[in-house]
Each structure stands twice: as C-alpha cells, then as structure tokens.
C-alpha cells in the first residue's frame, strides 16, 4: 500500500503538470507563432520593426519558462544559446532596426519559432497523454457506478469495450484500472519525454554550442581578471583604511607608552588600554576581510553548512535542503557560496517574502541550487542588478543562471554550475 500510494502523488503531480503544458502551453505557442509569423512579415512594411523584438522577446520568455519547468519538474537542463546584445545599441528607429536585426540573424531565434510547432502539436499530445492516462480511468469507475444504464440502446465505447450493461461497465472498470495502473508507470516519463523534444529542438548544434561555450568563457574570464583586479583593490583599500591604520596607531601609542612608563604610569596605562581596544578592532576588521574573502565555515564545514549558517542569518523563515554526496573544488564552492548569498540578499532587500527556500543538489555531474520565496515577485537579470552579478560569477565556471519571477511571486533562481564531487 506505501507502495502504491508512494507512487500515487508523483504520477497525480505530473499528469496535472502534462495537462497544463498542454492546455496553457498550447494555447501559448499557437498565439506567439502567429504574432511572429505577422509581425516578421510586416518589416517590409516598416511596422514589424517595432513588433518584432517585443514579440520575439515574448517567444524568448516562454522558451526560458519551459527551460525553468524542465529542470525542476524532470531535472532536463536545457541550454540557453541566446546571442548576447552588445552593450552600445544605439536608441530611436535605427537602434529597433540593429536590435531586429540581431534577434533575427541569431539561430536560436528561429529554433525557438520551430519549437512553438513542435510544442503545439507533439509536445502538446506528449502532456495530453501524462494527463489521459490519470484521468481516462475516471470515466470506466462512473461508467461502472450506474452511468452504463444511459446507453442502454445503443453501447458507449469506452476504450474498446461496448458498455451497455451492469457486466460491461464492470469490464470498462477493468480497463480502467489497468489504464490507470499504467498511467502512473508513464505519466512521469512522458513528461520527461515532452521535456527532452524540447531539448532536440530548442538545444543549439554540437558545434554551434562548443562556439558559443568558447566565446562566453572567453568574455567570463576576461570579466574574472577584471573582478579578480577591483577585489585586490578593496582588499588593499580595507587594508590600508581599516586594520593597517589601527596597527600603525597602535605602533604610536607603545611608543608613547614607552616613553611615559616611568614619568606617567597613569597615563600609560590610559594609553595600553586603547592600544588594547585598537588591536582588538584591528583583528575583528581581519576576521571580517577575511570571512569576506573565503569564509572559515565554507573552507572548514563545505558548501552545504555554509548555506545554512547564512540561512540561519536571515530576517526571514528559511528552509535548505542539502544533498550533495561530496564536495567540489574550492573555486567552484567559492562562486556558489557568494552567489547564494547574493541571492538571499536580494530576496531580504526587494522580494518581502517571508520565506525562502534553498536547494542544493548534484546530479550528471551538474551542481544545482535553487533559491524560492514567496514574496512579490518581478525580479530580473538585468545592468546593474544582483542578478546580473551572479549571472557573470557563474559565468566564470561555464554555469548558467535562469530566473522565474511572475508579478505577484514567487521567484525562483535556479543556478547550475558542471563539476564533479570529490
């Protein structure tokens, strides 16, 4: 029975997941490819260079949920190839022309627009039948319970039994349960197979993603010499404004002491007392730098304590869930750690939620962490954001960052870093 109802839930869970993909997610797709399709063919006109990018943004967006889902919902990770917009695209007419341009030229577009095909008629029949399998039993029970008295006159077909008696409906039962018992063995794996045609068709080419791998890491580890460069200055500038000024102060003061020792006994002792007080902060600011620069539980406990003891800071409810069989490098629990916390700080400064919930997992040599709260929602990678900053730290490690935050919550940061545990 534990069995049974152990694998009940999950395969309840997916097929309502496989009904909403294919009914939202229908209706979805049909609407985008149609405006793509109409606001492309306006270009000529002059109209579709104002449309487009919004339209194509939209498709971009509902490529980038479908992504979200399938990490979370079936743990199949989907790339993100999108080409980046460079930095100085000028404004008006002819900067909407440079961005048409662009989304137009970048491959990844015209995958997203083929996937809205597939996704409106296979990719919809795949969640149909996560969702039938579940539900079509329902009707072989009523069917059973009395309904078969309705088709007396003529039998109802239900699957490939006529009902139209007491003995047939309890048959159509019997097909039912089997169906059912069916079902949840092929709900969840027929999710996971709408997930996995999204990734055939949505996935870049080996080639054009092992380009794509060599330019974003190139432009990350030109981003990692210019971050590595500005922390050292911070550091140097901590240093130099904080526990260095207490020490060469407190340097003066022993000299001091020295001198008054035997003339002022009172007044060395006013003086070693301050310089006791300055080395104290002296050290309290070196903790600090230090803990900044690569915190003692992280190094000492693993990425896993670490997150808890910085849950364990927050202002609000929270929840980490760990499993993570070993660790990974130090570089790679450095970044996750710092971009964890980053995360946390944004939902304590804008998200007013009051609770969040960390996951932290390793799977197909894939380090996964999602950060969820409850609060209002909106957030989104953009220049200057949080978000961003994370988006470039794991950049550095060929990891990729995707962000769920509808108005009215919640958000969810997904983040994924490749690595093996040790």
Same mark, same amino acid.
């Given at each position: 029975m534990k069995v049974f109802s152990g694998r009940l839930r999950p395969s309840m869970v997916a097929a309502g997941r496989g009904l909403y993909l294919a009914v939202v997610g229908l209706a979805v797709s049909i609407t985008l490819f149609v405006l793509s399709v109409v606001s492309i063919s306006f270009i000529l006109?002059?109209?579709?260079?104002?449309?487009? !990018?919004?339209?194509?943004?939209?498709?971009?967006?509902?490529?980038?949920? #479908? @992504? %979200?889902?399938?990490?979370? +919902? *079936?743990?199949?990770?989907?790339?993100? &190839?999108?080409?980046?917009?460079?930095?100085?695209?000028?404004?008006?007419?002819?900067?909407?022309?440079?961005?048409? $341009?662009?989304?137009?030229?970048? &491959?990844?577009? +015209? #995958?997203? %627009?083929? +996937?809205? /095909?597939?996704?409106?008629? =296979?990719?919809? $029949? /795949?969640?149909?039948?996560?969702?039938?399998l579940m539900i079509y039993p329902v009707e072989g029970l009523v069917l059973a319970a009395g309904l078969w008295r309705v088709f007396q006159d003529q039998p109802y077909w239900y699957g490939f039994v006529p009902v139209d008696s007491q003995a047939t409906g309890i048959a159509a039962l019997a097909l039912g349960i089997v169906i059912f018992h069916l079902g949840m063995r092929a709900s969840e794996p027929l999710l996971r197979s709408h997930f996995l045609l999204a990734r055939r068709v949505l996935a870049p080419a080996r080639d054009e993603e092992l380009a794509q791998r060599v330019e974003r890491l190139t432009e990350t580890r030109h981003e990692a010499v210019d971050t590595a460069a500005a922390e050292l200055r911070r550091i140097e500038r901590d240093l130099h404004d904080g526990a260095q000024a207490r020490l060469v102060a407190m340097g003066m003061n022993l000299g001091t002491i020295e001198a008054l020792i035997e003339k002022d006994p009172a007044?060395?002792? @006013?003086?070693?007392?301050?310089?006791?007080? *300055? *080395?104290?902060?002296?050290?309290?600011?070196?903790?600090?730098?230090? #803990?900044?620069?690569? &915190?003692?539980?992280?190094?000492?406990?693993?990425?896993?304590?670490?997150?808890? =003891?910085?849950?364990?800071?927050? !202002?609000?409810? *929270?929840?980490?869930?760990v499993e993570l069989p070993g660790r990974a490098e130090a570089p790679v629990e450095s970044a996750a750690y710092f971009a964890v916390s980053e995360a946390l700080t944004n939902t304590v400064k804008h998200a007013e939620a009051e609770r969040v919930y960390v996951d932290l997992h390793h799977a197909e040599g894939m380090l996964r962490i999602s950060v969820t709260d409850d609060g209002r929602g909106g957030a989104a990678v953009g220049p200057g954001s949080g978000l961003s900053g994370i988006e470039r730290r794991l950049g550095t490690f060929d990891g990729v960052l995707a962000v769920s935050s509808p108005a009215g919550g919640p958000t969810m940061v997904t983040m994924e870093i490749p690595c093996e545990l040790s």
């Open positions: 006109l002059g109209i579709g260079v104002f449309t487009t !990018p919004v339209v194509l943004e939209a498709v971009r967006k509902h490529a980038n949920q #479908r @992504r %979200l889902w399938a990490v979370t +919902w *079936s743990d199949v990770r989907i790339p993100v &190839p999108y080409r980046p917009f460079p930095k100085d695209l000028r404004p008006g007419v002819t900067g909407q022309v440079e961005r048409t $341009t662009l989304m137009l030229k970048d &491959p990844a577009t +015209w #995958r997203d %627009l083929r +996937w809205l /095909l597939v996704d409106m008629t =296979a990719g919809t $029949t /795949l969640g149909i039948l996560a969702a039938a007044q060395a002792k @006013r003086l070693l007392a301050m310089a006791r007080e *300055s *080395s104290a902060e002296a050290l309290t600011e070196l903790r600090d730098l230090v #803990r900044g620069i690569h &915190p003692p539980v992280l190094a000492e406990r693993g990425l896993g304590d670490a997150v808890r =003891a910085l849950a364990l800071r927050l !202002p609000v409810a *929270s929840e980490v869930t």
